[in-house]
């Protein structure tokens, strides 16, 4: 089993920034595939940022190109999502997520086993 806990979310203007952080224990951290989603309200679960294994390759969904920026710190076991110039649109719930190393960079839901409990994030015009 993989424990995830997200922190970082808020209540934050237009135009800010925001840093999510995941901490996970239960399996060694470098092994895991992990990923970010967001689910906004009535709207289906999608796929944000992944990275690979090692952190060096980032993969991102097409509501996050550019103002996200997803990290990883296997010595923390700590996966990191940096979000700038925060939009309305970008209100959430951000969930981290764990799988199978050799599903490192997936964007497929049913790829990533293991679920935290979610973080608001909440973007004011």
């Known amino acids: 089993q993989v424990q995830l806990v997200e922190s970082g979310g808020g209540v934050v203007q237009a135009g800010g920034s925001l840093r999510l952080s995941c901490a996970a224990s239960?399996?060694?951290?470098?092994?895991?595939?992990m990923g970010w989603f967001r689910q906004a309200p009535g709207k289906e679960r999608e796929f944000v940022a992944a990275?690979?294994?090692?952190?060096?390759?980032?993969y991102y969904g097409d509501s996050a190109q550019g103002r996200f920026t997803i990290s990883r710190d296997n010595a923390k076991n700590t996966v990191y999502l940096q979000i700038h110039s925060l939009k309305p649109e970008d209100t959430a719930v951000y969930y981290c997520?764990?799988?199978?190393?050799?599903?490192?960079?997936?964007?497929?839901?049913?790829?990533?086993?293991?679920w935290g409990q979610g973080t608001q994030v909440t973007v004011s015009s």
């Open positions: 997520a764990a799988g199978p190393g050799h599903n490192s960079g997936s964007s497929y839901r049913n790829d990533y086993d293991f």
């Open positions: 239960g399996r060694s951290f470098s092994s895991l595939a």
């Open positions: 990275v690979s294994l090692s952190g060096g390759t980032a």
